[in-house]
Nanobody, 115 residues
């Protein structure tokens, strides 16, 4: 079983930056890929970025050039560096870990971009 805990959310002004962290515990060696998703009020959860255990990354078009996903060599932590934040980035951000047998979610961390 894999468990995920996110941190790093908060309130930031437009144009500012935040760094989200996600720590995985449990059977971390079973994880194939980790990622970040977000859900704004009244909207469906959407992919932000993913990273495989080999370091291959994938980004949603709306964050390319602004957000960067990375992970530790121990592969038990994943980060999301968010720059040039916009009000439309306001959402609850969820960490995800997956392999062919499961998809596990963290509890989410709120990111609010507002002046």
């Amino acid at each position: 079983q894999v468990r995920l805990v996110e941190s790093g959310g908060g309130l930031v002004q437009p144009g500012g930056s935040l760094r989200l962290s996600c720590v995985a515990s449990g059977n971390i060696f079973s994880i194939n890929a980790m990622g970040w998703y977000r859900q704004a009020p009244g909207k469906e959860r959407e992919l932000v970025a993913t990273i495989t255990t080999t370091g291959i990354t994938n980004y949603a078009d709306f964050v390319k050039g602004r957000f960067t996903i990375s992970r530790t060599n121990a592969k038990n932590m994943v980060y999301l560096q968010m720059n040039s934040l916009k009000p439309d980035d306001t959402a609850v951000y969820f960490c995800n870990a997956m392999n062919p047998m499961y998809s596990v979610w963290g509890q989410g961390t709120q990111v609010t971009v507002s002046s």
